[in-house]
């Protein structure tokens, strides 16, 4: 069994993330890409799976994140681990227990990649979706990979969501894009959505241009 996708209006699209799957979930400056995560992360370990979260920046704001936006009363260790990293070059001990691997922000981790290494990097994930049942989320800053590695990340992963926020006559207007999905299956349109840093929700009727 999968992760729930718990999000409103989303989870009719894509309801869950299926198990042994790697999924590249994009965005620009917009908070909205981090929170999907976690609360992918939280649905995780209230199925009591196992959660590995890879981050570049500080590990207590992460617990914090977690700790009030999934209402936790004491800390979920030891059914989550947290790691720091400046930089990643290999899949190393994380995921190796299954459950739901995540890296928020993977292309800073993987900045200084080449090409070859990171294509390496990507299927080394793959064998491990394989080999231990484990779900992996990569959590990428648009504009941030190489032309090259972008496109290595969207064609090996089984999924793609992509976050995108444009001006519009009435201030920011916030959208979604699935070009690529499980079985083959894709969302060819913007998919409005709103985000207000503490609640993430999908308006199917609003049909953005």
Same mark, same amino acid.
């Given at each position: 069994?999968?992760?729930?996708? /718990?999000?409103?209006? %989303? @989870? &009719?699209?894509?309801?869950?993330?299926? *198990?042994?799957? =790697?999924?590249?979930?994009? #965005?620009?400056?917009?908070?909205?890409?981090?929170?999907?995560?976690?609360?992918?992360?939280?649905?995780?370990?209230?199925?009591?799976?196992?959660?590995?979260?890879?981050?570049?920046?500080?590990?207590?704001?992460?617990?914090?994140?977690?700790?009030?936006?999934?209402?936790?009363?004491?800390?979920?260790?030891?059914?989550?681990?947290?790691? /720091?990293?400046?930089? %990643? @070059? &290999?899949?190393?001990?994380?995921?190796? *227990?299954?459950? =739901?691997?995540?890296?928020? #922000?993977?292309?800073?981790?993987?900045?200084?990649?080449?090409?070859?290494?990171?294509?390496?990097?990507?299927?080394?994930f793959?064998?491990?979706?394989?080999?231990?049942?484990?779900?992996?989320?990569?959590?990428?800053d648009?504009?941030?990979?190489?032309?090259?590695?972008?496109a290595?990340?969207m064609?090996?992963?089984?999924?793609?969501?992509?976050?995108?926020?444009?001006?519009?006559?009435?201030?920011?207007?916030?959208?979604?894009?699935?070009?690529?999905?499980?079985?083959?299956?894709?969302?060819?349109?913007?998919?409005?959505?709103?985000?207000?840093?503490?609640?993430?929700?999908?308006?199917?009727?609003?049909?953005?241009?």
């Amino acid at each position: 069994m999968g992760i729930p996708v /718990e999000v409103p209006g %989303l @989870d &009719t699209i894509i309801p869950e993330l299926g *198990n042994a799957r =790697l999924v590249v979930v994009e #965005s620009g400056a917009d908070g909205a890409k981090s929170f999907f995560v976690r609360r992918l992360a939280l649905t995780a370990l209230r199925r009591e799976q196992p959660v590995t979260f890879v981050i570049s920046r500080d590990r207590g704001e992460l617990q914090q994140l977690l700790t009030t936006e999934g209402k936790l009363d004491t800390w979920a260790e030891p059914k989550i681990e947290i790691f /720091e990293r400046d930089s %990643l @070059d &290999t899949v190393g001990e994380y995921g190796t *227990n299954g459950g =739901l691997l995540a890296f928020d #922000s993977f292309s800073f981790l993987t900045l200084d990649l080449p090409g070859p290494s990171f294509a390496a990097l990507i299927r080394r994930f793959r064998e491990l979706c394989h080999e231990k049942g484990t779900t992996i989320v990569l959590a990428t800053d648009r504009g941030m990979f190489e032309a090259q590695s972008e496109a290595v990340a969207m064609h090996l992963a089984d999924g793609v969501i992509q976050f995108h926020s444009k001006e519009g006559p009435e201030g920011i207007v916030r959208y979604l894009r699935i070009p690529k999905w499980m079985d083959g299956k894709f969302v060819d349109r913007n998919i409005y959505y709103e985000f207000d840093g503490k609640r993430l929700a999908i308006d199917l009727r609003r049909r953005v241009l």
